[in-house]
């Protein structure tokens, strides 16, 4: 039966109680779901997000693992921590006008359990498939909407490397990386751009130059990554500011229904 339990850490509110989902002695195998109305509509898009803190509720020091699934596709297999809350979010297509998320015991002994889940529907011009150089004026028109806040900051440097790690070493990957110029580069003399690379694999089909004033997003969409593939964010030989990017988002790809089912 499910039971909830008060953890004390120092925590965001809603991390602060576990809701535990035992199963009876002897069985494990078995989902525990959340139905979640679509308000009568079908083929919607969600952004979901479950929460988990163990917090060693049950004193035995033994972070528990288990399956969390969307109706009958595979989510994620959770890896708790002792003492650290950890999340996974998906966007995912609700084809009715219902869904269910639920967690799954796959071992015995490890009862799944979840702090907090949180959903929300989207625009439908969110995520948005286009050229790997679309332009768009201003954020709030800008493709997948990103938020004014974070494109007030960015990180800059001589070259940028970052890499996407999984849990696989092969995976699919949605990638959006947004650019900006918050100052006018006035002078004659300045000019911005810089490559995107995978490896010493050019992806930029022509030089990123980020405008000023408004958004461009550079996507990569269904592209295969590994987990030791890197990016890198160089300057033109030509240009006399350094790389900077302003945000990034990245989604790896589900393998759909899950095998166990």
Same mark, same amino acid.
């Given at each position: /039966? ?15 109680? $576990? ?41 035995? $020091? ?15 297999? $959770? ?6 809350? &950890? ?6 297509? =609700? +084809? ?18 979840? !702090?907090?889940?949180? &959903? ?5 011009? /969110?995520?948005?498939? @286009?050229?790997?150089?679309?332009? !768009? ?12 806040? =974070? ?21 699919? =990957? ?28 050019? /992806? ?8 000023? %004033?408004? $958004?461009?997003? =550079? !996507? ?18 030509? @240009? ?14 589900? +393998? %759909? ?5």
């Amino acid at each position: /039966m499910p039971t909830s339990v008060n953890v004390s850490k120092q925590l965001p509110l809603a991390m602060k109680t $576990v809701r535990i989902l035992t199963n009876p002695k002897g069985i494990t195998w078995k989902k525990y779901c959340c139905s979640i109305d679509m308000g009568g509509t079908d083929w919607t898009r969600i952004l979901a997000r479950a929460n988990f803190y163990y917090g060693n509720y049950d004193r035995p $020091v033994n972070p528990p693992s288990f399956s969390l699934m969307f109706d009958a596709n595979n989510w994620g297999d $959770v890896e708790t921590t002792l003492d650290e809350p &950890v999340f996974y979010e998906a966007i995912y297509v =609700v +084809k009715a006008k219902s869904t269910h998320i639920c967690v799954a015991q796959t071992e015995p002994g490890m009862s799944p359990f979840i !702090s907090a889940l949180e &959903v929300c529907r989207l625009s439908y011009t /969110m995520e948005k498939q @286009s050229t790997s150089d679309a332009p !768009s004026i201003g954020t709030r028109t800008a493709y997948n909407e990103p938020p004014e806040v =974070v494109m007030q900051k960015a990180i800059t440097g001589n070259n940028l490397t970052f890499w996407l790690p999984g849990n696989t070493s092969r995976f699919g =990957v949605y990638m959006y990386l947004y650019f900006s110029e918050v100052t006018s580069v006035s002078p004659a003399w300045e000019r911005w751009s810089f490559l995107l690379y995978e490896d010493r694999l050019l /992806m930029s089909r022509k030089p990123i130059s980020p405008p000023y %004033g408004s $958004v461009l997003k =550079v !996507s990569q969409t269904d592209y295969l990554v590994a987990n030791d593939t890197k990016f890198y964010l160089l300057a033109t030989a030509d @240009s006399t500011l350094h790389p900077t990017l302003h945000a990034m988002e990245a989604y790896m790809l589900s +393998k %759909g229904t899950d095998r166990r089912d």
